[in-house]
Structures are given as structure tokens and as C-alpha cells.
């Protein structure tokens, strides 16, 4: 075994590290989840919103106002509602992996004796937790530049307003 690998075997097992970790990833899951909660529910307020709208909308033209306006709008809506779904799918699952971690990292931090299987499984957990978080921001820009500037990246970048 290298030299490398017996260092972080040994950081691992380290009492400081895995009480630093569980902190860490508590609080950063803490901090995930209430932001992510926020977004689910403020989305999820905006959807109800526009639903209803869409209802309103759906009445008219079965009245008989099948104007290309109402076209539009109506397909306006659909779109929103849509894409707002896809982004509080996303959001949901963001809440479940931060759950996920919070529960982890709360029943290591109790656990007084920890083996470095579970250290290593929290470890695991936090890239994954991490590379979903990325995933989903990376989505959600992808989806506003898409909508919003027309799917041009410069656009974007370059925008002053």
C-alpha cells in the first residue's frame, strides 16, 4: 500500500475529520434544503398560478374566443407549465438527496465510535449530493438561456440589463 493511501486511511479514521465531515455535511444539507425548499414552493406557487390561468384561458375558448390570441396565450402556458415542472422535479429530487445526506450525517454524528466504511459512505454521499447540485444549476441555466435568450450562450455572457 502507497504511502498516500495509508495517509487519508489515516485522516479517515481520525476522530476531528469524521466529526469535522458529519458537521460539514449537515450543515451544508441544512443549508440545501432550505434553499431548495424555498424554490420548490415559490415555483410550485408560480405553476398553481398559471394553471389557473390556463383554466381561465381553456374556458374562453370553448366560449368561442379562439382568436390567435388566446391561441398564443394558451400555449404560452403550456410551455411554463411545463418547463416550471421539470424545474420542481428537479428541486424535489435536490430535496430528497440533501434528506438523504442530513439524516446520514446526523446518524454518524451520533454514532460515537465510526469505522471509515461509513465515513467513506458519507464521503460518497457528499460527492454525489455535490455533483447533483451541479447537474441541476447547470439545467436551470440551460433551460433560462434557452428560454430567455434564445439559446445564445453570448447573448447571455455579454448582456448588460
Aim: charged share 15%; hydrophobic share 50%; proline share 1%.
Amino acid at each position: 500500500m502507497s504511502v498516500m493511501c495509508k495517509q487519508i486511511i489515516t485522516l479517515f479514521q481520525s476522530a476531528d475529520f469524521q466529526d469535522s465531515l458529519c458537521e460539514l455535511s449537515y450543515g451544508l444539507a441544512i443549508a440545501v434544503i432550505g434553499i431548495f425548499f424555498t424554490l420548490f414552493t415559490v415555483f410550485h406557487s408560480f405553476l398553481e398560478t398559471k394553471k389557473n390561468d390556463l383554466k381561465a384561458i381553456n374556458q374562453k375558448i370553448r366560449q368561442g374566443d379562439d382568436s390567435p390570441m388566446t391561441l398564443a396565450e394558451q400555449s404560452f402556458c403550456n410551455d411554463y407549465i411545463k418547463q416550471r415542472k421539470t424545474m420542481n422535479q428537479f428541486f424535489f429530487w435536490t430535496l430528497c438527496v440533501a434528506a438523504v445526506i442530513l439524516i446520514y450525517a446526523a446518524v454518524l454524528s451520533l454514532v460515537g465510535n465510526k469505522n471509515i466504511f461509513s465515513v467513506v459512505l458519507l464521503v460518497i454521499f457528499d460527492i454525489i449530493g455535490g455533483g447533483w447540485l451541479i447537474f441541476v444549476l447547470i439545467e436551470y441555466f440551460r433551460i433560462y438561456i434557452k428560454k430567455v435568450h434564445k439559446g445564445n450562450v453570448f447573448d447571455f455572457l455579454c448582456s448588460t440589463n
